[in-house]
């Protein structure tokens, strides 16, 4: 796994181009607020040692509790186990999905949205292995056919608008033996997947969440709706954002 560090989002945007594209059908991004937060999922992160029962064993008993109750409030029903398990995380439920995006200042956004935390922040970037991609140039059709990214990736039916304006996706993970604790995502042996962290200093969170700022990328948009309306109009008017000009971020005629 390699590691990188940016200070800005021009310097994000070199990262991420410069991924290589060649073995990879298809890269995805996971923005964390603070960066040693291992690539576990909600299930996984619950104590469950005086529960009697193996990790199966909880997520039936959470589903089945999600669907009995949930079925008032529900304006689509679900129509298969991952449906449900789509609804479930998407609301906060701890399962065994990972939240990705196909966007990577999507996931830029995630790691500094918060921009007062006094941690560093990170990107994920998962890229699922292409058996069909050795060619200089392809198509994305040809690059993701024959690839592992039906058997990792979960692509949801879009729920709802967040799913749609944050490009959403999961990781599905399997069941550790028993109740046995779960490796985190990237440390798995797997010739499918590979891995690369970008890490971003607390101290260039806030201009960074700026500069997103000023390319579209804020809660009105990643939260469609009135709250996400609201929260970034109080974001124009109460956050301070730079005036200085800086000639090292122009472009060279």
């Known amino acids: 796994m390699n590691t990188g560090r940016i200070t800005n989002v021009i310097e994000f945007l070199s990262f991420v181009q410069n991924l290589d594209n ?20 909600g299930l996984f992160r619950l104590n469950i040692s005086d529960t009697y029962s193996d990790w199966r064993g909880v997520e ?4 089945e509790s999600f669907k009995r109750e949930g079925l008032p409030h529900l304006k689509i029903t679900p129509k298969s186990d991952e449906e449900w398990l789509t609804l479930a995380q998407h609301h906060g439920l701890p399962t065994r999905l990972l939240d990705w995006t196909e966007s990577p200042l999507i996931a ?9 935390n006094s941690k560093d922040a990170n990107v994920w970037c998962f ?26 990736i979960l692509l949801p039916h879009h729920i709802s608008p967040r799913v749609t304006n944050q490009m959403g996706c999961f990781s599905k993970h399997d069941f550790p033996d028993k109740s046995e604790p779960f490796i985190p ?18 101290k260039d ?5 700026d500069e997103l700022y000023f390319l579209g990328i804020h809660k009105g948009l990643v939260y469609p709706g009135l709250d ?3 929260q970034k109009i109080k974001f124009e008017i109460t956050k301070e954002h730079l005036r200085n000009k800086n000639p090292s971020f122009r472009l060279k005629l």
């Not at 969170?205 to 969440?209: D, M, P, Q, S, Y």
């Open 228 to 230: 996400g309306i609201a």
């Open 60 to 63: 039936e008993y959470m589903m």
């Open 127 to 152: 890229g699922v292995v292409s058996t069909n991609n050795c060619h200089p140039q392809s198509t994305l059709m040809a690059r993701r056919i024959n690839s592992e990214i039906c058997n990792c």
């Open 185 to 202: 995502f990237n440390e798995h042996n797997s010739i499918f997947n590979t891995f690369e962290k970008i890490i971003i200093e607390r």
């Open 22 to 41: 060649q073995d990879i059908a298809q890269w995805f991004f996971r923005g964390h607020g603070d960066s040693s937060f291992k690539l576990v999922p």
């Open 205 to 209: 969170r806030k201009h960074i969440l």
């Open 108 to 116: 830029l956004y995630f790691a500094v949205e918060d921009y007062w």
